[in-house]
């Protein structure tokens, strides 16, 4: 019953360091999302791609890239992490078309700390 | 911009006490809507969702939501909760037209105390 996987539950790493979230879906859908989850400010839409090698900037993509080389992967780049990055990150997918019946599906999330 | 509001943050209630969380979107059109429940340690999961048809909609574990189109709400409802509800509830808006992004609101933390 997998369907989307990401790497990592939980990271620690040091300001400044490059960090790559790795996540994975197994249902072949086409768009795939990046989220950050903070207490207070709910879910906010970091980058999305709906295609292989394509994307596009959500509401909050400073500081942050995205790579999506296969259809099933697609992975979020802190090019210099700092402090201020330390959050849950969600990866979620969805189906190309159609009216997103089933809304969106989500990994468990990965608890990145910035030191 | 399209924005989701859940006034709400924190919620605290006893077991069997009736549930209802609010929300409102911001955006003129045709939407779909959609409540995602996160466990504690768990992954959003969907509770349930609007696209047309009859206003009230049932989810799973007894939850229900109204669309009230003249109030821009799909508040979420249930008659008697229980300690295993306890978790952060999501509320997200979809416009019917364009690309399929969700605009989550900024949560409600609900405790059920046994």
């Known amino acids: 019953d997998v369907k989307v996987t990401q790497s990592s539950r939980y990271l620690v790493k040091r300001t400044g360091e490059k960090v790559f979230l790795e996540c994975v879906q197994d249902m072949d859908h086409e768009n795939m999302f990046w989220y950050r989850q903070d207490p207070g400010l709910g879910l906010r839409l970091i980058y999305f791609s709906y295609d292989v090698k394509m994307k596009e900037k959500g509401d909050i993509p400073e500081g942050y890239s995205v790579s999506r080389e296969k259809k099933e992967r697609f992975s979020l780049i802190l090019e210099s992490a700092s402090t201020n990055q330390t959050s849950m990150y969600l990866c979620?997918?969805?189906?190309?078309?159609?009216?997103?019946?089933?809304?969106?599906?989500f990994g468990s999330g990965t608890r990145l700390t910035v030191v | 911009a399209q924005s989701v509001s859940q006034h709400n943050h924190h919620v605290i209630l006893s077991e069997a006490a009736s549930l209802e969380l609010g929300c409102n979107y911001s955006?003129?059109?045709?939407?779909?809507l959609f409540w995602y429940v996160q466990y504690p340690g768990q992954h959003l999961q969907l509770l349930l969702k609007y696209f047309s048809g009859d206003p009230l909609v049932k989810g799973i574990k007894g939850f229900e939501a109204e669309f009230i189109k003249s109030k821009f709400s799909f508040n979420l409802r249930k008659p008697s909760v229980q300690w295993s509800d306890t978790a952060e509830y999501f509320c997200a808006v979809k416009p019917n037209t364009g690309f399929q992004k969700l605009v989550f609101g900024t949560g409600t933390r609900l405790l059920v105390s046994p």
């Open positions: 955006y003129g059109g045709t939407v779909n």
């Open positions: 979620a997918s969805s189906p190309g078309t159609g009216a997103l019946l089933n809304g969106y599906t």
